[in-house]
Structure formats: structure tokens, C-alpha cells
């Protein structure tokens, strides 16, 4: 049964956790008085649309139905979860947590994308306190998995499960403190930003700079305690702060004092914004921003490490599934095509058509039975020939199946048929492919276990009705 969440306003973070529930399978309906919402959350949909399918190795569920809705009421009735997100105004908050709480499920989660306000404040006059809950998300919601978690207990373990779910990050907060954990970091950064700034020591875009080029990097894979546990040497956390502890008694900082944002200082900050970033709309500035966190998190994927490693873990339980029926065809991969996979010509290059070919050869492995703890055991399969042909383009954001054709599996023979389609149905691309059961210890070919010669038997059998490809 499908799941609903109900969005109440659709700007640029509503916007973002609608395209994160639809993308994840869940219908969702939005209210948000703009007259513009529609076109708003459409361009948001479509970012996302383009980039959060490319962090996964896998096909995401089918996208839910999104609509946007006339009244507060309309939205949150039969709504699984509720996420409010409108201006920082703790009366305007109030009111519509009152509205909702009117029209929805007492059972139904009531998270509020809040930056500051702890949920006592969240919850002053509520009819039902412990349903309303802070889910603090970070832009754009569809690409970054954290959310602070901040409230009850019982409704937050809820809440967890359900971002989990949807392949989020949740930090459960501790103690309701104001603007939770990562926003203090960010407001203390800022003040001594706009300080260097008000001082003329730095620009927008040096200050820029010295975070991309610098511990920004170190951040993004590591965070900041493990970081300096690194800068600690063999003798660790103790030893980095015995070093460098004392600085802080220094006065290198202005952390609680705040620069006045008189008219010439935020005019000063903005023109040089704009000689940084003015020549790029903010569609596109939005558009390089997801390419960009798209291609860092998936090399961390490739480590297994940080929010790569929470990718992968998502990718296995959207990967969890029933065996597929044999007798008919066998879809070894849906994935979309992700933009690090793209070149110069502005299609997929050629060495990512052997990925899918070695991607689409593990998943029939994995259904004969040689798995990795096959592999592990010492034995495996390795590719001695493939003949590939191109018919067609394949481009960023381009949801592809391969579909495969078990043509040999005796003794220590594997012949695969691979064929590449778009979602249009077109074959892109074909592969023959032919491979060898190997002894790992010996690196010479060898017969199979008998139960992966048994299930390539079983499945070649269940096939045998099936069409011969007609490309073969």
C-alpha cells in the first residue's frame, strides 16, 4: 500500500522533502498559498528527478503521485507523515500545527523543518504536544540524507524508521537545545565570515575558497572530531588537544560578537557574490551544486565510507527482493545513468557500457548461487570475451534496464546475452559475453559447485520458452 505525506509549504526545502518522499514511492500531497508553488516544486522535482536516481546502483520504486492541494485540511487527511516547513515564525507555526492537527491521524508524524525552534516552543498550545516533532533537513533535502531528529521519544524512533526507510540520515538530538547541532557549527562559521568580510580581509569567494579547497573536503569524508584525530598522529585525540588546546584562549576569534548588517556591508557581501556566481542563474548554480555533491558521494560509495557508506546500505534494502520468476525475462539491471558516467560527447562514455555488462554478469551470479560468500569460499567467474554493439545514446539521468539471456551454462561455460534499453524500450546497446568458472587458488578454470550448476540448469530450463534474441 502506498505511504502519503503531506508537504504544508512548497518552497525550496518543501519543495525538496516532496521530491524525497515521491522519488522514495510516496504519493504526496502539497499546500502552500504562492500562487507559483506548482512551477516552484515542478523545477525542484525535476533536479531531483535528474540527480537523486544517480547516487543509487539500483532502480528506485516507482515515483508517487504529487499534487498540489487548496487547503491545510486536504493535505494532511490520510497523511502517513507530515512535514511542515513554513517561514521561521513561531505564530504562524502555531497556527497551522492547530490546522493540521484538526484534519489529520493522531497517529500520523508531524515533523517541522525548523532551523531554531526547539519543539517545547513547537508545541506550546498544541492539541496532541508529542505528535509535533523538529525534522531539520539540510538543502537540497533530496540529495543530503541528514535530518536533526528533535522530540518524544516514542515519535522520533518512529520518525526514524521512516527516514531510514527513504534512505535518509537520522540524528536523534539528544536535548532540545536552540538551532539543534549542525546549525551552530554553520552560525558560528558565518559570524566570522561576515567578519573578515567587514574587516576587508577576504572576499566571498576566498572565504569560499578556503572552505572547498581546504577542511571542507576533510569534512565532507570525516567530519571534524575524527579529522582532528588524524592531526592527533599515533598519539591521538589527547595528544592534538594538548597541542593545540591552548589556541584556544587565543583571540583569534569573534565567535560572540556580530558585525552590525549595516546597508554598506550587506551591499559590500552582495556585490561580491555576484562578481563570484552572477554569470550562473540559480538553476543552474543548483544543477552544478548536484552534480557536484552526486559525483563526491558516489566516489565515497566506492569507499564505503561516510554518506557513501549510508548509500550502499540504502541500495541493499532497495535491492532486498523475492527471487525473480525465471520464465520470464531476467532484468539484471534498472539503475539511471548517473552524470560521472557521461564525457565530453555529452553521453555515457564507452567504458561505462562494460560496467553495466560486469554489473549485469554479478546479479546472474548471485542468482546461480556465486555470491560473495562463493567468492569467498575460492571460486568465481571471470569474463574471457565480450563483443559489444552500439545502436543508440545513452545520457545523464536516463533510466536503463538490462535485460539477460542465459545462452550456455554447462559444465565450466557461462554465456550471457545482454541487452542495454532506455525506458522507452529501445535496445541502446548489446553485449555477448562469454565466461569461465575459475579456482581462485589456482587461477585455472574448473567445474562449479553442484548447486550453481544445478540452479543455472534449473533457470536455463525455466527460460527455454522464451524467444531466442533476436541479435545473438
Known amino acids: 500500500m502506498t505511504k502519503t505525506a503531506a508537504i504544508i509549504g512548497g518552497g525550496v526545502i518543501g519543495g525538496g522533502w516532496a521530491a524525497r518522499f515521491a522519488l522514495s514511492g510516496w504519493d504526496v500531497a502539497i499546500f502552500d498559498p504562492d500562487p507559483e508553488a506548482e512551477r516552484k516544486v515542478g523545477e525542484v522535482m525535476a533536479n531531483a528527478r535528474r540527480s537523486l536516481p544517480a547516487l543509487s546502483e539500483v532502480a528506485l520504486p516507482p515515483e508517487g503521485q504529487v499534487k498540489i492541494v487548496p487547503t491545510i485540511a486536504e493535505a494532511v487527511a490520510g497523511a502517513d507523515w507530515i512535514q511542515e516547513s513554513a517561514p521561521e515564525r513561531l505564530e504562524m507555526k502555531h497556527k497551522i500545527f492547530n490546522e493540521i492537527q484538526t484534519h489529520c491521524y493522531k497517529d500520523a508524524l508531524i515533523g517541522s523543518s525548523t532551523s531554531g525552534f526547539k519543539p517545547s516552543e513547537l508545541q506550546q498550545g498544541a492539541r496532541h504536544p508529542s505528535q509535533i516533532f523538529v525534522a531539520h533537513p539540510f538543502n537540497p533535502v533530496y540529495l543530503l540524507p541528514l535530518i536533526e531528529l528533535v522530540g518524544d521519544d516514542a515519535t522520533t524512533t518512529r520518525a526514524h524508521a521512516v527516514l531510514t526507510e527513504i534512505g535518509m540520515k537520522p540524528l536523534k538530538v539528544r536535548k532540545e537545545i536552540d538551532a539543534h547541532v549542525a546549525d551552530r557549527f554553520l552560525e558560528a562559521v558565518w559570524r566570522e565570515a561576515l567578519w573578515l568580510i567587514k574587516d576587508e580581509i577576504a572576499t566571498t569567494e576566498e572565504i569560499d ?100 557508506a549510508l548509500l550502499n546500505a540504502h541500495d541493499a534494502r532497495l535491492e532486498a527482493k523475492a527471487e525473480p520468476d525465471f520464465s520470464k525475462p531476467i532484468i539484471s539491471v534498472a539503475r539511471a545513468i548517473p552524470i560521472d558516467w557521461t564525457d565530453y560527447n555529452g553521453h555515457m562514455n564507452e567504458s561505462r557500457y562494460g560496467q553495466l555488462w560486469s554489473d549485469a554478469a554479478d546479479a546472474i551470479m548471485r542468482m546461480i548461487g556465486a555470491d560473495a560468500a562463493y567468492v569467498k569460499s575460492g571460486f568465481s567467474y571471470f569474463t574471457a570475451d565480450t563483443h559489444t554493439k552500439f545502436r543508440n545514446e545513452c545520457h545523464a539521468g536516463d533510466n536503463v534496464t538490462v535485460v539477460t539471456t542465459i545462452l550456455e551454462g554447462a559444465g565450466k561455460k557461462l554465456r550471457l546475452f545482454h541487452k542495454l534499453k532506455n525506458a522507452d524500450g529501445d535496445v541502446v546497446a548489446t553485449c555477448n559475453q562469454f565466461l569461465l568458472h575459475v579456482s581462485l587458488e589456482t587461477r585455472k578454470s574448473c567445474d562449479p559447485a553442484p548447486h550453481v550448476s544445478d540452479k543455472l540448469t534449473s533457470i536455463i530450463a525455466a527460460q527455454a520458452a522464451l524467444p531466442k534474441p533476436e541479435l545473438v
Open 209 to 308: 575558497d578556503a572552505i572547498r579547497f581546504g577542511f571542507g573536503l576533510r569534512w565532507g569524508q570525516m567530519g571534524l572530531f575524527e579529522t582532528y584525530r588524524v592531526a592527533g598522529g599515533e598519539a591521538g585525540m589527547a595528544h592534538f588537544i594538548e597541542q593545540f588546546g591552548p589556541c584556544l584562549q587565543w583571540p583569534w576569534t569573534k565567535l560572540m560578537d556580530v558585525p552590525e548588517l549595516t546597508d554598506e556591508l550587506v551591499q559590500m557581501i552582495a556585490s561580491q557574490s555576484d562578481a563570484q556566481s552572477g554569470a550562473h542563474t540559480i538553476r543552474e548554480l543548483e544543477r552544478i551544486r548536484d552534480d557536484n555533491l552526486v559525483s563526491m558521494m558516489r566516489s565515497l560509495k566506492g569507499r564505503d565510507w561516510g554518506a557513501g
